[in-house]
């Protein structure tokens, strides 16, 4: 057998490389999909048929100050439920200003998962809800600090 | 016929968004999985010691930390259970670390899938960094007060 070229060679260990490195990334993102997917399509229709107009009425004093829409309340409890994908696939439906999405994400990215993630830290020997509750505190104080400080971000 | 429709339309732009999420995060875990396999994390840790040093946590603590802000609780929480049960930790100095892990991880990939939606990534990132080092900041100033009377309890 014919020995292979140099650059034959350095393609296709590119090739494996490539492959190996982006394996785990599309086996993640494979799990996200079966949460992102769902949210989204039911905030997206819950918003379409006007459901969301009740939520506005109950919510908005806390979100206000928070300065999101009540609408977000659905992402914000699907995502420190259920996972940090679901809440961004409901928050994606919504169709938010770069404000309302920085404070979103920001609370998200602090608080989310918080049962699966208590359970991690129980797991590691410390407080899950200790952790928790300073995580949906760190949350609001975060998001009023971005709502009040926004002028200054633009 | 609207309402099909309105789900074929909800379903299609889940999905859209699916995609977007998908190339943000393979590239994102590829590079980190890459990272973590030349031993660049740790390599950063061990030179992480003056900064744990400056903040007031223990050499024993930066590796679990440095992992849990770059790749996420699943993965610093497993490095946080086996340091936790090697018992290098002493109790206090592990609640630290998750305190400072439950408000800030997974930081690049959080962002990175709020930025997509247009998200600002400097208030976000920076908004959640400031916070847990303040949260640091007075959980070990709370912790040192408490010492003494630990001592003449003990």
């Known amino acids: 057998m014919r020995p292979e070229s140099k650059r034959k060679r350095f393609w296709r260990s590119t090739a494996q490389t490539v ?20 949210a989204y399509v039911v905030v997206a229709l ?13 919510l908005q004093p806390l979100m206000g100050l928070m300065g999101l829409r009540a609408e977000c309340a659905l992402p914000l409890a699907a995502g420190c ?16 200003t770069v404000k309302e999405i920085t404070i979103l994400g920001t609370f998200l990215g602090i608080s989310h998962s918080l049962v699966l993630e208590g359970a991690i830290v129980a797991k590691a020997g410390s407080s899950a809800w200790r952790s928790t509750v300073l995580r949906l505190v760190a949350s ?8 009040l400080l926004w002028r200054l971000f633009e | 016929m609207s309402v099909v429709s309105a789900v074929a339309g909800a379903l299609w732009n889940a999905l859209v968004f699916w995609a977007k999420v998908t190339v943000i995060v393979v590239l994102l875990v590829g590079l980190l999985q890459w990272l ?7 390599r ?10 400056a903040m007031r946590l223990s050499v024993e603590s930066i590796f679990p930390l440095s992992v849990g802000v770059v790749f996420g609780l699943t993965y610093g929480g497993a490095v946080l259970v086996q340091v936790g049960q090697e ?10 670390v998750v305190a400072f892990l439950s408000i800030c991880h997974a930081i690049f990939e959080d962002t990175a899938v709020f930025v997509i939606m247009g998200a600002k990534w400097w208030v976000m990132l920076g908004s959640r960094l400031l916070i847990a080092i303040a949260v640091l ?3 070990e100033r709370l912790g040192r007060e408490k010492r003494p009377q630990d001592a003449t309890a003990a």
Do not use: C, M
């Open chain 1, 19 to 38: 492959s190996r490195l982006a394996k785990p990334g599309l086996l993640t993102s494979l799990d996200f999909g079966k949460a992102i997917v769902p």
């Open chain 1, 46 to 58: 819950l918003r379409e048929f006007g459901l969301l107009v009740y939520l506005d009425k109950a």
């Open chain 1, 81 to 96: 439920l259920v996972g940090l994908y679901s809440g961004t696939g409901a928050a994606a439906a919504l169709h938010l």
């Open chain 1, 140 to 147: 609001v104080v975060a998001a009023v600090l971005i709502n």
């Open chain 2, 36 to 42: 973590r396999e030349v031993g660049a994390v740790e």
């Open chain 2, 44 to 53: 950063w840790a061990a030179r992480g010691q003056r900064l744990a040093r």
């Open chain 2, 87 to 96: 018992g290098n930790l002493t109790k206090r100095h592990l609640w630290l």
């Open chain 2, 137 to 139: 900041f007075l959980l």
